[in-house]
């Protein structure tokens, strides 16, 4: 019964910030590796960023390098994505996703990851 709950999405305005989070519950545990990616409209869903399991390296897409911040607890079995300075081109529902370490880290291939949570919107106006 691996769950994976998203949190923090909303309405912000250009420039501001939201802090996203991801709780996983259910079996999902520490050792996973962990990613965020984005859907928006009429687009593919495409890498946003991505930790490893032990919180030692991250990885981002280009336009989030520098504004957005993929951070872990796993003593809260949490995931965070912090992002400021947002533009109107970060609209999108936001999903987290785990990789349960089976193979290499692919990390910026959606098809390498084991399950999803359910997805938070984010909506930023210019």
């Known amino acids: 019964q691996v769950q994976l709950v998203e949190s923090g999405g909303g309405l912000v305005q250009a420039g501001g910030s939201l802090r996203l989070s991801c709780a996983a519950s259910g079996g999902t545990c520490s050792m996973d590796h962990m990613g965020w990616f984005r859907q928006a409209p009429g687009k593919e869903r495409e890498f946003v960023a991505a930790?490893?399991?032990?919180?030692?390296?991250?990885y981002y897409k280009e336009s989030a390098k520098g504004r957005f911040t993929i951070s872990r607890d796993n003593a809260k079995n949490t995931v965070y994505l912090q992002m400021n300075s947002l533009t109107p081109e970060d609209t999108a529902v936001y999903y987290c996703?785990?990789?349960?370490?089976?193979?290499?880290?692919?990390?910026?291939?959606?098809?390498?990851?084991?399950?999803w949570g359910q997805g938070t919107l984010v909506t930023v106006s210019s």
């Open positions: 996703a785990a990789d349960w370490r089976r193979t290499v880290f692919d990390y910026g291939n959606p098809g390498s990851y084991d399950y």
């Open positions: 930790i490893t399991y032990n919180g030692y390296s991250t």
